[in-house]
């Protein structure tokens, strides 16, 4: 019995450090087209993430999507919907908010969001980037 005793109760958890700020926004033709702001958060275990990202259409042609790579391999997109308000986008738009915490079999160096828009001038389809990496301090 005293060697059970010894035995962890239950499995260690890696624990996330300090969230780092996600800022971005596209502009075309003079207007902010898109805004993306929230916070990214990477474990100390070296396999996870936790994003939390509000995603705002301000005047983009098309609906802007988040392009989201770990390592610099495409993993998936985040949508923006325009199902809520929120505080960091100007009144009377409409947002998305995007919260998950991301898993990944090996380990993760870094995440890069790009951040997708688009605008329509004098008859031109554009789509406008804005590329961020965020390098994992654990590694």
Known sequence: MAVAALLPL????????????????TSGGGQILALAD???????????????????RVSSFSAPYIK???????????????NTTTSRCPAGYRST????????GGTVANVT???VSSDFINNVY???T???TYDNPYN
Request: charged share 15%.
């Open 10 to 25: 239950s499995p260690a958890h890696a624990a996330y450090g300090p969230p780092q700020p996600i800022s971005m926004g």
């Open 38 to 56: 929230g916070t990214l958060q990477f474990d100390d275990g070296n396999t996870k993430f936790l994003y939390y990202i509000e995603l705002c």
């Open 68 to 82: 989201v790579y770990v390592n610099g391999v495409y993993q998936y997109s985040l949508y923006w919907e325009g």
């Open 97 to 104: 908010i995007h919260s998950a915490e991301s898993s990944h």
């Open 113 to 115: 969001f790009t951040l």
């Open 126 to 128: 554009r789509e406008r």
């Open 130 to 132: 804005r590329t961020v």
